[in-house]
Every structure is written in structure tokens, then in C-alpha cells.
């Protein structure tokens, strides 16, 4: 599930369970213009993938009549895993007594 492949059968599930908040993303960032700016529109396709990739899920929050996507709870577990792996393994603890760095002559 953490690779970007997602078969055909598995995407096609995914689009039509999340659909309705495609569509409403959709509704929601022409209004606002947000298709118009080649940048947002990219971002919005990204965030669409990541929907097709099962990396996020959407709610339609009815306070604010918008739709809400947040990360999947499976996504949430790897990145924390893969958050811990960095902290465990690349991280010099301090305090250090030297420094490498020069001061800056001004």
C-alpha cells in the first residue's frame, strides 16, 4: 500500500467511494478560483491522486458547507513509523561541546 501503484479495479473503488467529496472539491475550487491558477489546479489533481493512492479520505464538514481531507488513518501510522526511524537513527543528541561552524567576520 506504500508504493504509488494502485491497480485499475482498486482506483476505480476508491474514486467512487470518495466521488460525491471529488466532485464538491471540484464545485468548490471553481467558485473560489482556484482552477484558474495553474498551481492550485496541480495541487488539487495531487490531492486527488493521493485519494486514487488511499494516502487520504474526505468528510463534508456541514459548519462551513466545505469538504475537509485529511490523511487516512493506515497513511498516519507509516509516516509516524517512518517519522520514529529518522529520530532513532539520524539524530545526534546533544549537548555538543565544539562546533564546526566559524563566525561569520563581519
Known sequence: MYDNFVDE???????????????????????????????????????????????????????????KWSLTEDWTKHLRSVEQSIFDSKIIKGPWQKTVDNDIDT
Open 9 to 67: 479495479r482498486t482506483a476505480r473503488r476508491r474514486v467512487l467511494a470518495q466521488g460525491r467529496h471529488i466532485l464538491q472539491s471540484i464545485l468548490e475550487s471553481y467558485d473560489s478560483g482556484f482552477l484558474d491558477d495553474p498551481r492550485q489546479a496541480a495541487n488539487l489533481c495531487t490531492l486527488f491522486a493521493l485519494c486514487i493512492e488511499g494516502k487520504v479520505s474526505a468528510t463534508f464538514d456541514e459548519s462551513s458547507a466545505t469538504t
